[in-house]
């Protein structure tokens, strides 16, 4: 194969790539696909063109087109997060689509010329001329299709958020067709430097789809995270709902525990009034409070657990100097991280009797250009061995269903190497600190003291 007719055959498979791609999407629905993302297109494009001559002088004549086919449903599947099985669909029917529209184009040739029309296209300039113009023609029917809305088949917009099974069977088809065409390549006498230099494109290919998976997962993954972030915060309004509801039927107990003893009118009822009112007051303001802390997910974290402690006459005692917005850290992660250290910090008081006050305390502060967030309890001391041991996986000072904890703290340790801060804990016989160190972000560093 010369390196004219090799061109040609690129620049002809490039051509073809656009109708199959379009009818692809069109028969997926994902339209939107062409517009939100236009270098995958052209990756396609060029992915295309390259395997598709490397496929007509490594394999034989008839075989090199189920190759090709396989290949673009592979390809087709990472690219548009579409799963195999659709996409095996979806690139049939563009394949049989391209190929009823060529038979007639060439029927139609034949009749104009006057004679086989196969013959002609062995010379180079016409096979480009036919190509063009048949691939105008494929591209043209669908923009009409498109216009008038006219669809034989649709299959539902259904994304793969895992490509990374489709991703590893590319990769064992180019290898194993790499294997199988060295025999093929040998036997024919092709050109092994261009050979060569195809199967090097071919791997560049499969490394630069890996890398545009990689990317599209870690995308996908924060947008799960932000998802579950909102859920979570949702949860907590809901909850915070719940509490103002039963806090309404509460009152509507006070106010008629109230009335009747007016009506009643005992002796001293003004001052028994004024104390279950004093009580009932108080009662409230420890039930259930708001905090700002600077970050609204924590916000809602904090109010939730401070109902908890109070349901466990518990005392939350919350304060922040500084807002947590200048941390530098997932707002996901932190909330997995306090929730976390919190509750721990509430089931320290259930491992042994507790005499006195139960008392939690939460207070973030800036130092150093650090954020630190201390969150301490005066529960049982935490001797050395088991400080050591708090961060492993599985571990658990927990006496009852021990499998089912010991990941708490092994997750907060995680989080916060993510999110590059450190942990520190100190216990004494008055006073167990979890103390968090966190790095502020770059807008604030020097100006917080």
Request: charged share 20%; net charge neutral; with cysteine.
């Amino acid at each position: 194969m010369t390196v004219y007719k090799f061109i040609s055959k690129i620049f002809i498979s490039a051509l073809e790539a656009v109708p199959i791609l379009l009818m692809y999407v069109k028969i997926l629905q994902k339209e939107h696909y062409l517009k939100e993302h236009r270098k995958r297109v052209y990756l396609f494009i060029l992915i295309y063109s390259v395997f598709t001559a490397w496929a007509f002088i490594s394999m034989p004549m008839g075989s090199h087109t189920i190759v090709i086919i396989t290949f673009s449903i592979i390809v087709l599947s990472i690219l548009t997060s579409t799963p195999l099985k659709f996409s095996c669909i979806g690139v049939l029917i563009s394949i049989i689509y391209a190929t009823v529209i060529e038979l007639g184009c060439l029927a139609v040739f034949s009749i104009c010329v006057g004679t086989n029309s196969i013959n002609l296209l062995q010379d180079i300039g016409i096979d480009i001329i036919f190509a063009i113009i048949l691939n105008f023609i494929r591209v043209l029917i669908i923009k009409l299709m498109n216009r008038h809305k006219i669809n034989f088949l649709q299959l539902p917009s259904k994304d793969d958020e895992d490509t990374i099974t489709s991703y590893w069977i590319f990769g064992m088809f180019i290898m194993l067709l790499s294997i199988v065409s060295i025999n093929i390549i040998i036997s024919n006498k092709v050109n092994i430097v261009l050979y060569q230099v195809l199967l090097f494109l071919l791997f560049l290919f499969f490394i630069v789809i890996g890398m545009v998976d990689y990317r599209k997962r870690i995308e996908l993954n924060k947008i799960k995270n932000k998802f579950e972030l909102k859920k979570e915060y949702v949860n907590n309004l809901e909850s915070i709902v719940d509490i103002i509801r039963r806090e309404k039927h509460d009152f509507a107990n006070h106010i008629n525990t109230v009335y009747a003893m007016c009506v009643l009118d005992k002796p001293n009822t003004v001052d028994r009034i004024k104390d279950y009112l004093k009580k009932t007051t108080n009662n409230l303001e420890s039930a259930y409070r708001f905090f700002d802390t600077g970050n609204d997910y924590i916000d809602g974290l904090v109010a939730m657990k401070s109902n908890f402690a109070f349901e466990n006459n518990i005392y939350l005692d919350v304060e922040f100097e500084t807002p947590l917005e200048i941390v530098m850290a997932d707002d996901n992660d932190l909330v997995g991280i306090i929730s976390n250290i919190l509750d721990n910090a509430f089931e320290a008081f259930n491992l042994e009797t507790h005499e006195g006050k139960k008392i939690v305390s939460v207070y973030g502060y800036v130092e150093d250009n650090s954020y630190f967030l201390s969150i301490a309890n005066n529960g049982p001391m935490i001797d050395k061995e088991t400080e050591e041991k708090l961060f492993k996986k599985g571990f658990s000072t927990k006496i009852s269903n021990k499998k089912d904890h010991g990941f708490g703290l092994f997750i907060v340790d995680k989080l916060m190497k993510k999110n590059h801060g450190k942990i520190e804990i100190s216990s004494s016989p008055q006073e167990t600190e979890f103390l968090l160190e966190f790095k502020l972000k770059k807008d604030y560093c020097g100006e917080v003291g």
